[in-house]
């Protein structure tokens, strides 16, 4: 379906039962809301609703040419324009990647919207700031942002008909992205204006400089992290408890790489639903 928020158009796929608990998926980057082919259906067999929508720029419809546009002020306005358009007051938070941190913005400026928040792969962004000011692991984790960043790195990975993507979709998916997987996201990211868009998230967004300041996180937490996922410091992670003053669990996956709702979806739908129903 499509929702419009303003001049902006969104596509999103709402699916599950229509009375279950609502769960907002919010994919990353270089994903796009079928980051979750796998994971949602293990939701819908339990009896939730989720609702993915395609985040600001992978839309036609919502891909505005300003850099600015891309803060994540604007993102997380978008998720609520989306719950809105739904008539949903609360939901649970699931955010991958960029979609975590989204997601983590969400639980700390807009928590009496966010029942609870399950963050993949991305720890809170305060942390991760902190451990990249102090630590020499986050410092080289974090590299990879700086040439994301840089003048011409589109045009680097759409060189060649997106063989360059191809070639980084396979590299970056550590080898745990099936073939299928990765067709789907090169697909995504060669269509005009989507790549450069996309990396505007990395642009407006200066996680290496600019004090995002997030602040302290007041609803039900489950951070999952990836203990071979290269783009995470141990001291981010550790470090993340101290911004979570609601309930708090820590889900370190040893085997499981940074790409976990595709490569796992069984344990991602396992710790969404502890979430959800912490009791049951």
Do not use: C
Not at 144 to 158: P, Q
Not at 224 to 231: F, G, L, N, P
């Amino acid at each position: 379906m499509q929702i419009t928020l303003g001049d902006l158009v969104f596509d999103v796929d709402v699916a599950g039962p229509a009375d279950g608990e609502p769960v907002l998926l919010l994919h990353g980057f270089p994903h796009n809301k079928e980051s979750w082919t796998e994971t949602a259906p293990l939701l819908h067999r339990a009896g939730l609703r989720t609702i993915a929508p395609d985040q600001r720029g992978y839309s036609d419809g919502a891909r505005p040419r300003e850099v600015d546009a891309y803060r994540l002020e604007h993102l997380a306005a978008d998720a609520l324009g989306v719950l809105d358009a739904l008539d949903v007051t609360t939901a649970h938070v699931v955010g991958h990647d960029w979609g975590a941190a989204v997601a983590w913005y969400l639980a700390a400026r807009h928590p009496g919207r966010v029942r609870s928040l399950t963050a993949l792969a991305i720890p809170h962004l305060d942390a991760y700031q902190h451990a990249y000011r102090v630590d020499e692991e986050q410092q080289h984790s974090s590299a990879y942002v700086e040439f994301l960043v840089s003048e011409g790195a589109a045009d680097h990975f759409l060189a060649d008909a997106g063989a360059a993507l191809h070639a980084w979709f396979t590299q970056a998916g550590e080898g745990v992205l099936t073939d299928a997987q990765i067709a789907r996201y090169v697909a995504t990211h060669t269509r005009p204006g989507v790549l450069d868009a996309a990396l505007n998230w990395y642009r407006a967004n200066n996680l290496l400089g600019e004090d995002l300041g997030f602040g302290p996180v007041p609803v039900p937490t489950t951070f999952v992290y990836s203990r071979a996922d290269t783009a995470v410091s141990e001291l981010a992670v550790a470090t993340t408890r101290e911004h979570v003053t609601g309930p708090y669990r820590l889900v370190t996956l040893e085997k499981t790489s940074h790409w976990q709702p595709q490569q796992d979806p069984d344990t991602v739908a396992a710790e969404i639903l502890r979430r959800v129903r912490p009791l049951s």
